[in-house]
């Protein structure tokens, strides 16, 4: 059963950095689009961040130059640094990982990130 735990949320200030980090297990994610997504309240869940299975990565532009979403394929875990946090950037992170030859898209349960101005 695949799952992915989220870590590494919590409060800080505007400017502040955070690291996040998701951990995957019961499956092989080698073949997975690994990805951060988030979601404020009454809005829809947004995507941050994703990382192919070949390294390159795509970003929302509201984060470009200020995260980084990385993976390590042998621990099995993706990780996203956030820099220059703004209160805007306050939600839910979750992890998602992307199957797309298998058709299965899996979820985290979700990290609360808040930034305090």
């Known amino acids: 059963q695949v799952q992915l735990v989220e870590s590494g949320g919590g409060l800080v200030q505007a400017g502040g950095s955070l690291r996040l980090s998701c951990a995957a297990s019961g499956s092989t994610f080698r073949s997975a689009v690994m990805g951060w997504y988030r979601q404020v309240p009454g809005k829809q869940r947004e995507l941050v961040a994703f990382?192919?299975?070949?390294?390159?990565?795509i970003y929302a532009d509201s984060v470009k130059g200020r995260f980084t979403v990385s993976r390590d394929r042998a621990a099995n875990t993706v990780s996203l640094q956030m820099n220059s946090l703004n209160v805007e950037d306050t939600a839910v992170y979750y992890c998602n990982a992307n199957f797309p030859f298998l058709g299965k898209l899996y979820w985290g349960q979700g990290t609360q990130v808040t930034v305090s101005s």
């Open positions: 990382i192919e299975t070949d390294g390159s990565t």
